[in-house]
């Protein structure tokens, strides 16, 4: 099946400091979603980015399809965008099912 | 904007015994999908549904589980026999009409065995 991986799989940064993170996928996909995880659980849709660039406020996603990887910048952190980001791929041959990575884990200090 | 809901938001349950995680999907979609996630782990597939009848599982979704629509609203995941590994946070997921479109996750039921 098709591998994601994250990177980096933790990150601690100062308020007002800039990241990014980064997704790696194993094969062309249909769909690839960026998720932010909140200390309650939710998942929250921050990107819906299978190639190009969007921005949304501080964020923004860049996926280039076909070198297999996409990116999240964060900037100007807040402690509010601590949690878990996950980057989720529809794999384009088969099925309809979202494959996650294992996610970065964020803090962000005050 | 519309939005995918579940209920309850967090159920306890006694090992052995039945329940059932409900879901309300965006109405106008056309899948409908259960996702898992252990404490600490990441977000795995259990099933999709398409037109009336189940499209994909995965490995996790053996016979314990099953899944229904009930009426044109409600999308239900039920778990027969539920043992402490079952302990998740289940999010049921939707999506439009064509293959790749964005899903949309509710809040998750965080479900506890004991």
């Known amino acids: 099946g098709i591998q994601v991986e994250q990177s980096p799989p933790d990150l601690i940064l100062q308020e007002g400091a800039n990241s990014t993170l980064r997704c790696n996928f194993s094969?062309?996909?249909?769909?690839l979603q960026w998720f932010h995880q909140n200390p309650w659980g939710q998942l929250i849709n921050l990107f819906y980015i299978p190639s190009g660039t969007k921005q949304n406020g501080r964020l923004s996603a860049t996926t280039v399809a076909t070198e297999r990887y996409s990116l999240l910048y964060i900037s100007s952190s807040q402690t509010t965008d601590s949690g878990v980001y996950f980057c989720?791929?529809?794999?384009?041959?088969?099925?309809?099912?979202?494959?996650f990575g294992a996610g970065t884990i964020l803090r962000v200090k005050s | 904007e519309p939005e995918v809901t579940q209920t309850p938001s967090h159920q306890v349950t006694q090992m052995g015994q039945e329940v059932i995680l409900r879901c309300v999907p965006i109405?106008?979609?056309?899948?409908f999908y259960w996702y898992r996630q252990i404490l600490g782990q990441k977000v795995e597939f259990l099933v999709s549904?398409?037109?009336?009848?189940?499209?994909?599982k995965s490995e996790i979704f053996d016979d314990q589980f099953s899944v229904e629509r009930p009426d044109g609203s409600n999308f239900t995941l039920k778990i027969r026999s539920t043992k402490l590994e079952d302990s998740a946070m289940y999010f049921c997921a939707s999506s439009g009409r064509d293959r790749g479109q964005p899903q949309h996750f509710g809040d998750g039921t965080r479900l506890s065995i004991l």
């Open positions: 094969d062309s996909v249909n769909n």
């Open positions: 549904f398409y037109n009336n009848e189940i499209s994909e």
């Open positions: 989720a791929v529809l794999w384009a041959p088969y099925g309809n099912k979202l494959v």
């Open positions: 109405s106008n979609h056309l899948y």
